[in-house]
């Protein structure tokens, strides 16, 4: 638990001091600009399908992705009808945009 802590805490104060790119080595900026140059605009399942893709064939993600987001869904199927979802943490969005969809 401290480790992921400390790693949010340093995020806070280097995301005050300015500094976008914390600890990235870029893949989340190339990640971004696949994204943005394969999906289709304004289609939540094209975002999803493209970065399913660049993660299966060019680099490791730690996102939800597919198969774990399978599961996601299917779960939140079984409960009462909801409003609203609250998301606690995100890294690049994958989940949201799931669940939003």
């Not at 304004?42 to 299966?56: C, S, W």
């Not at 609250?86 to 994958?94: N, R």
């Given at each position: 638990m401290?480790k992921?802590?400390?790693?949010?805490?340093?995020?806070a104060i280097?995301?005050?001091?300015g500094?976008k790119?914390?600890?990235?080595d870029?893949?989340?900026?190339?990640?971004?600009d696949?994204?943005?140059k394969?999906?289709?605009?304004?289609?939540?399942?094209?975002?999803?399908n493209?970065?399913?893709h660049?993660?299966h064939?060019?680099?490791?993600?730690?996102?939800?992705?597919?198969a774990k987001?399978?599961?996601?869904?299917a779960?939140l199927?079984k409960l009462?009808?909801a409003?609203?979802?609250l998301?606690?943490?995100?890294y690049?969005?994958?989940?949201?945009?799931?669940?939003?969809?």
């Amino acid at each position: 638990m401290i480790k992921p802590l400390l790693s949010y805490v340093l995020f806070a104060i280097n995301l005050a001091r300015g500094r976008k790119n914390h600890c990235s080595d870029g893949r989340e900026q190339r990640l971004l600009d696949y994204v943005k140059k394969t999906a289709e605009p304004d289609n939540p399942q094209a975002v999803l399908n493209a970065i399913d893709h660049y993660a299966h064939t060019q680099e490791f993600y730690m996102n939800v992705g597919d198969a774990k987001g399978k599961v996601l869904i299917a779960e939140l199927h079984k409960l009462p009808a909801a409003k609203a979802v609250l998301e606690l943490g995100t890294y690049c969005g994958y989940s949201a945009i799931l669940l939003a969809s």
